[in-house]
């Protein structure tokens, strides 16, 4: 059984950090491109970051400069480091995995966790 499990969401200011982790089990991560996508309360799901199986990363413009995805495959975790907080950044976090690098990049498939919130208080 796959599954993702992303933790480290909160309540934070505006102009703090967080970092989330998200912890996957049940397939062989180090095969596995990760990418972090969010969803805004009344908006679509949105790309944030993809990191592929060689380590390449890839960001939305919005959070370039601030965030950082990186990958542990010892520890089969995938991590977003968020600095800079802003309120437009509150929305709920998931974490995403398929072999595929495309299909992590559009959000089009592969496995899913169940969120974590992330909320910034201005």
């Known amino acids: 059984q796959v599954r993702l499990v992303e933790s480290g969401g909160g309540v934070v200011q505006a102009g703090g950090s967080l970092r989330l982790s998200c912890a996957a089990s049940?397939?062989?991560?180090?095969?596995?491109?990760m990418a972090w996508h969010r969803e805004a309360p009344g908006k679509q799901r949105d790309l944030v970051a993809t990191?592929?199986?060689?380590?390449?990363?890839n960001y939305a413009d919005s959070v370039k400069a601030r965030f950082t995805i990186s990958r542990d495959n010892a520890k089969n975790t995938v991590y977003l480091q968020m600095n800079s907080l802003e309120p437009e950044d509150t929305a709920v976090y998931y974490c995403?995995?398929?072999?595929?690098?495309?299909?992590?990049?559009?959000?089009?498939?592969?496995?899913w966790g169940q969120g974590t919130q992330v909320t910034v208080s201005s």
């Open positions: 995403n995995a398929d072999p595929l690098d495309w299909v992590v990049h559009h959000g089009i498939g592969g496995y």
């Open positions: 049940g397939i062989t991560f180090a095969s596995y491109a």
């Open positions: 990191i592929t199986r060689g380590g390449t990363t």
